[in-house]
């Protein structure tokens, strides 16, 4: 396993240097580079300084104390951490102890036991997934780690396309500590999905209403190994902490937080689960094209996305409306439908209809996306150029505000009428064709009627992860 050895006096003070507010329980001298150092156990974390100096101690909580070995060649003790950087990627570190006693390795390992990480995780791989390396990813970047901070594991290779679905559906986890997917952002999905229906059955609610908060899953968290094409969830999840250690290291730290999902539905039937975006329009025809084009491998996607300038937009007419996301009223919102709002004009001429799951934060101090949050943004292009709104999608992890398109925030619900009933035209009947396509998380589906809702339901699934804005 790789690590990066740490000589105390060098290390990075502002990321481990934490304020520990904590009862001691065990204080010893010990020697780090040969030189007399008191180390002390308390109940939040560890702590090493110089006698007389305590003030510039280093201290490490426990969650991001990974292990602590025994002497080996070397006769020294090694303490291997997690050190975060200012990105929120996680690196494992190490610090050489001498002279610690067996007492104090002992109540170490106690701590670090008690400190709230999965003893035992549910993993599924997708070896098909991006690059196909999922199994790769798993062997070399998770095992070894899940194995030295004393993690028991069942893994399962899905077999074929929505196996996910079926083992989320049919899969009893009251015993695990945490589900983990290795793959992308299609394999989660799929679980999320099995996951979804499996609850709604048990809880007996009718989790087609599409006016109803559908039943939060009481399930173990989530964790996402990328290993996949577009890994979106991932860093979002891990705010902004990016690549297979940092999910791996945010996994065994075991923080966990509650994720919002979209619930959309259509002809009064739950059709998806979305945890990245629903977008409808012109997202949808540029997958729906590049599905055509498989053979041409990696490149359909430049040809398709060059083709699509060229080609020119696809207007639909659609009544869109929303409800907004109500402070204080438990996320939720009246039953009433008087509070729908029709985004003006009544029928919109436009060619892209996009939504992230994620509340959009931009005060005066802090911006960023927060997939644990209350609310969400929609984003109507009609004006703007096809290249402001692929530009607005792809940089959401950057938030940067999408530019002269229609935007709606703090938006709770959503629901898109398209008004077009019979074609005049070859073209318009080749457009109403396309009408049918919506794009959920980089997966085109076919609705099956002229009208679908989106609902944002919050605090839905537990992740592995860290908070953005922490
Ligand atoms: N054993 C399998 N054989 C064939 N297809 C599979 C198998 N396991 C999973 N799949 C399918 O692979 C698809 C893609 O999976 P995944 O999300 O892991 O990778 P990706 O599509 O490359 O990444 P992303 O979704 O992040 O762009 C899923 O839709 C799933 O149905």
């Not at 110089?50 to 070397?74: G, M, N, R, Y």
């Not at 006769?75 to 067996?102: D, F, G, P, R, W």
Request: charged share 20%.
């Amino acid at each position: 396993m790789e690590s990066k050895s740490e000589n105390i006096s060098q290390t990075n003070k502002e990321t481990v240097n934490q304020n520990l507010e904590e009862t001691v329980i065990f204080t010893e001298v010990v020697k780090i580079k040969g030189k007399g150092n008191i180390l002390t156990v308390g109940l939040a974390g560890l702590k090493v300084f110089k006698k007389s100096k305590e003030a510039s101690a280093i201290t490490f909580k426990w969650p991001d104390v990974l292990c602590i070995l025994p002497p080996q060649k070397c006769s020294e003790t090694v303490l291997q951490y997690i050190h975060h950087e200012a990105n929120n990627t996680l690196l494992i570190k190490t610090l050489q102890i001498q002279e610690i006693s067996e007492q104090c390795v002992h109540l170490i390992n106690q701590q670090i036991a008690a400190s709230g990480r999965p003893k035992k995780l549910f993993v599924v791989i997708n070896p098909f997934g991006g690059t196909g390396k999922g199994l790769q990813i798993y062997h070399e970047e998770a095992e070894p780690l899940f194995k030295v901070a004393g993690i028991e594991t069942t893994v399962i290779v899905t077999e074929r396309s929505k196996h996910a679905t079926q083992i989320g559906e049919s899969t009893d986890f009251s015993h695990y500590d945490g589900i983990v997917v290795v793959g992308g952002d299609g394999l989660y999905q799929e679980l999320l999905q099995g996951l979804t229906l499996q609850e709604q059955k048990k809880s007996g609610i009718n989790y087609d209403n599409p006016d109803t908060d559908l039943v939060k899953l009481n399930v173990p968290p989530i964790g996402i190994i990328p290993a996949g094409t577009g890994n979106a969830a991932t860093k979002y999840y891990n705010a902004g902490g990016f690549g297979a250690k940092t999910s791996v290291l945010n996994i065994i730290r075991g923080e966990q937080h509650r994720a919002s999902v979209f619930g959309v539905y259509c002809n009064n039937k739950l059709f998806s689960i979305s945890h990245l975006f629903v977008a409808y329009g012109m997202c949808a025809d540029l997958i729906k094209w590049a599905e055509e084009l498989r053979w041409m491998k990696k490149w359909r996607y430049l040809y398709v996305f060059l083709g699509q300038f060229l080609s020119g937009k696809r207007y639909f007419e659609a009544e869109v409306q929303y409800r907004p996301f109500v402070a204080g009223s438990g996320g939720g919102v009246s039953s009433s439908l008087s509070d729908w709002i029709n985004l003006e004009p009544a029928v919109q001429h436009c060619y892209s209809i996009y939504a992230f799951p994620y509340e959009f934060v931009d005060t005066e101090n802090k911006k960023y996306v927060d997939p644990f949050g209350q609310c969400c943004q929609l984003v109507v292009s009609s004006g703007c150029s096809q290249l402001s709104t692929i530009k607005s999608m792809v940089a959401v992890s950057k938030t940067s505000s999408p530019g002269n398109m229609e935007v709606v925030n703090n938006v709770k619900e959503f629901k898109v009428k398209l008004q077009r009933e019979n074609a005049t035209n070859p073209r318009e009947a080749k457009n109403m064709e396309l009408e049918k396509f919506i794009n959920i998380d980089g997966e085109l589906l076919s609705l099956d009627s002229k009208e679908f809702s989106v609902r944002l339901q919050t605090s839905f699934v537990p992740v592995f992860g860290k908070a953005p804005n922490a």
